[in-house]
C-alpha cells in the first residue's frame, strides 16, 4: 500500500518552527489499528487521517491520532488539516467557512481574508472540572509553592481533552518547569482519564505558555490549540483577560523547546466561554509517500 501524507508546520509562518503534523487525505479504507502504527511510526505529537464525509454538515470525517492513541479532539490538527484540505482543494481554496466532523463532533472553521490567512477553529464547549491544591501542582513541574501566581488557583478545564491549569509569576519560572514524574503521577492519581499540565504567565501580549502531556506519550507539546480556547476561559475567569466582545490575545509557546509557536485567540465575549477561536497560521514542508 502507498499513502500519500503532507506535512505542515502549524501555529507559525516559519518553516521548522510551530508544531508539525503530517495529514493523509485520502484515508478511506484504513482501521484504526493501522493508523495507530502509521502514527507511531512518524512519532510527531499528532497525526491527523482524512476520509470522505460522513455527515452533509461537514466538509470531512477526520480522526487524530498521537503516537500512542487516538485523540477526540486537538487544534493544530484540526487548523493543519484544514489548511492541507483547502491547498489540495478537497474543500475550495476559497471557502471561508466549513466543518471538520471529529470524535468531538463537528468543529466550525473560518478562514481569514488574504494570500497568508489565518485560520480559526471555534473551541468546542469547555467545561472546568476541579481545583487541586498548589503545592503539588507546583511540584509536578518542579517548582515551588512561591513560584505560583498570587491569588490564582490551580485548576483543570476541558474542551474534550483534560488540562490542568498553572499560572506562574513570570516567563523565566515558565522555562524553569519540567515534569516530576512522581509528583505529577501523584496530582493525578485520582483522574480517569489522561491529564496535561499547562502552564503559563501572563504577559501584555496575552500568556506564555509550555504544556506537558507525559499521560497522553507527549513529554512537551510545542503549540496547543485544544488547551488554549481553556486557557481564555481560565484567564478571563481569574481577571486575567479581558472578557469583553471581539477581545483578541496570542499565546506564545513552544519557545523554550526552539519551536516558538503564536497561537491566536478571539472572545466572542456574548457566548462566554463557548465563544472561543483560536487560529493560527500553517507553513507546508513536507510532501511523501508511505509505503507498507
Keep these: 500500500m502507498e499513502l500519500g501524507y503532507r506535512v505542515v508546520?502549524?501555529?507559525?509562518?516559519?518553516?521548522?518552527?510551530?508544531?508539525?503534523?503530517?495529514?493523509?487525505?485520502?484515508?478511506?479504507?484504513?482501521?484504526?489499528?493501522?493508523?495507530?502504527?502509521?502514527?507511531?511510526?512518524?512519532?510527531?505529537?499528532?497525526?491527523?487521517?482524512?476520509?470522505?464525509?460522513?455527515?452533509?454538515?461537514?466538509?470531512?470525517?477526520?480522526r487524530i491520532f498521537t503516537p500512542t492513541h487516538e485523540m477526540t479532539f486537538a487544534g493544530h490538527p484540526t487548523i493543519g488539516t484544514a489548511w492541507v484540505m483547502r491547498d489540495l482543494?478537497?474543500?475550495?481554496?476559497?471557502?471561508?467557512?466549513?466543518?471538520?466532523?471529529?470524535?468531538?463532533?463537528?468543529?466550525?472553521?473560518?478562514?481569514?481574508?488574504?494570500?497568508?490567512?489565518?485560520?480559526?477553529?471555534?473551541?468546542?464547549?469547555?467545561a472546568k472540572l476541579r481545583a487541586y491544591d498548589p503545592a503539588p501542582c507546583a511540584a509536578a513541574v518542579?517548582?515551588?509553592?512561591?513560584?505560583?501566581?498570587?491569588?490564582?488557583?490551580?485548576?483543570?478545564?476541558?474542551?474534550?481533552?483534560?488540562?490542568?491549569?498553572?499560572?506562574?509569576?513570570?516567563?523565566?519560572?515558565?522555562?524553569?518547569?519540567?515534569?516530576?514524574?512522581?509528583?505529577?503521577?501523584?496530582?493525578?492519581?485520582?483522574?480517569?482519564?489522561?491529564?496535561?499540565?499547562?502552564?503559563?504567565?501572563?504577559?501584555?501580549?496575552?500568556?506564555?505558555?509550555?504544556?506537558f502531556a507525559d499521560e497522553v506519550g507527549i513529554v512537551e507539546d510545542p503549540a496547543t490549540g485544544s488547551a488554549t480556547g481553556p486557557l481564555a476561559a481560565f484567564m478571563m475567569e481569574h481577571a486575567l483577560a479581558p472578557h469583553a466582545h471581539g477581545t483578541r490575545f496570542i499565546s506564545e509557546q513552544g519557545t523554550k523547546m526552539g519551536r516558538r509557536s503564536i497561537l491566536h485567540v478571539y472572545v466572542d465575549g456574548e457566548r462566554g466561554a463557548n465563544g472561543i477561536d483560536v487560529g493560527g497560521h500553517v507553513v507546508p514542508v513536507i510532501t511523501a509517500a508511505m509505503r507498507f
Design 142 to 211: 518542579g517548582l515551588r509553592p512561591e513560584d505560583l501566581l498570587e491569588g490564582v488557583p490551580c485548576e483543570s478545564f476541558t474542551a474534550g481533552n483534560p488540562n490542568v491549569y498553572v499560572a506562574v509569576r513570570d516567563r523565566e519560572t515558565v522555562d524553569r518547569a519540567k515534569t516530576d514524574s512522581v509528583a505529577l503521577e501523584r496530582l493525578l492519581a485520582d483522574e480517569s482519564e489522561p491529564h496535561c499540565i499547562f502552564i503559563f504567565a501572563p504577559t501584555r501580549e496575552g500568556a506564555y505558555s509550555r504544556m
Design 9 to 62: 508546520d502549524v501555529f507559525t509562518q516559519t518553516p521548522l518552527e510551530g508544531n508539525p503534523l503530517a495529514v493523509f487525505d485520502r484515508a478511506d479504507g484504513l482501521d484504526a489499528a493501522t493508523m495507530q502504527r502509521i502514527a507511531r511510526e512518524l512519532n510527531l505529537s499528532e497525526t491527523t487521517f482524512v476520509f470522505s464525509p460522513e455527515l452533509r454538515e461537514s466538509a470531512a470525517r477526520v
Design 89 to 126: 482543494g478537497i474543500v475550495p481554496p476559497d471557502a471561508r467557512e466549513f466543518a471538520l466532523h471529529e470524535n468531538v463532533g463537528l468543529v466550525p472553521i473560518r478562514v481569514d481574508e488574504g494570500p497568508d490567512p489565518l485560520i480559526w477553529l471555534r473551541t468546542p464547549p469547555i
